[in-house]
T-cell receptor
Framework: GENVEQHPSTLSVQEGDSAVIKCTYS??????FPWYKQELGKRPQLIID?????GEKKDQRIAVTLNKTAKHFSLHITETQPEDSAVYFCAAPTSGTYKYIFGTGTRLKVLA | NAGVTQTPKFQVLKTGQSMTLQCAQDMNHNSMYWYRQDPGMGLRLIYYSASEGTTDKGEVPNGYNVSRLNKREFSLRLESAAPSQTSVYFC???????????????FGEGSRLTVL
């Protein structure tokens, strides 16, 4: 069945440093890879996504890279700021179904 | 647009009681979802509805039932609540990308349920 593994579960970085979160997926038919951010007490919200026909996508300080051969994709946050502190989730919806399975989340702390 | 609205926001139940969480979206999305979120467990899919008239089990469906009442509404029912169902519940709807299963999920604000 579908499986999405996310690492690390917690990550602390100094303000201004970069943060990288990695997810691996099991279904080779997956073709859409989103990242969601959830601030404390709030709902998850999409921050960036990538389709399988590209290897990288950037949006200001965040980027997602995809390695379809290895079945993993990563979130990169550069020049981290305190407001980046949150829980980040990856997902890998299974192509052909509408199941939308999330990773277990990464709690990012940006230390001032 | 209100987006995804779920009620109630908070609820305390006793073991064995039943209740229904309501969810409605005004974005004309076909697919809707129910997740539960527990500390350290991320978002786990309970049930989903690909389109009006269909529902399917997710990762953790035991103890729950759902109803896709119409295109807008998707309810989650706990027939006999157990302490293990204490959690935060999120409803979501999906904006389809055009093909396949991708597309942004829009979440409600969440419903915090405590079962004593």
């Amino acid at each position: 069945g579908e499986n999405v593994e996310q690492h690390p579960s917690t990550l602390s970085v100094q303000e201004g440093d970069s943060a990288v979160i990695k997810c691996t997926y099991s279904d080779s038919a997956s073709n859409y890879f989103p990242w969601y951010k959830q601030e404390l007490g709030k709902r998850p919200q999409l921050i960036i996504d990538i389709r399988s026909n590209v290897g990288e996508k950037k949006d200001q300080r965040i980027a997602v890279t995809l390695n379809k051969t290895a079945k993993h994709f990563s979130l990169h946050i550069t020049e981290t700021q305190p407001e980046d502190s949150a829980v980040y989730f990856c997902a890998a919806p299974t192509s052909g179904t509408y199941k939308y399975i999330f990773g277990t989340g990464t709690r990012l702390k940006v230390l001032a | 647009n209100a987006g995804v609205t779920q009620t109630p926001k908070f609820q305390v139940l006793k073991t064995g009681q039943s209740m229904t969480l309501q969810c409605a979206q005004d974005m004309n999305h076909n697919s809707m979802y129910w997740y539960r979120q527990d500390p350290g467990m991320g978002l786990r899919l309970i049930y989903y509805s690909a389109s009006e008239g269909t529902t399917d089990k997710g990762e953790v469906p035991n103890g729950y039932n759902v109803s896709r009442l119409n295109k807008r509404e998707f309810s989650l029912r706990l027939e006999s609540a157990a302490p293990s169902q204490t959690s935060v519940y999120f409803c979501a709807s999906r904006r389809k990308l055009g093909d396949g299963a991708g597309g942004e999920l829009f979440f409600g604000e969440g419903s915090r349920l405590t079962v004593l």
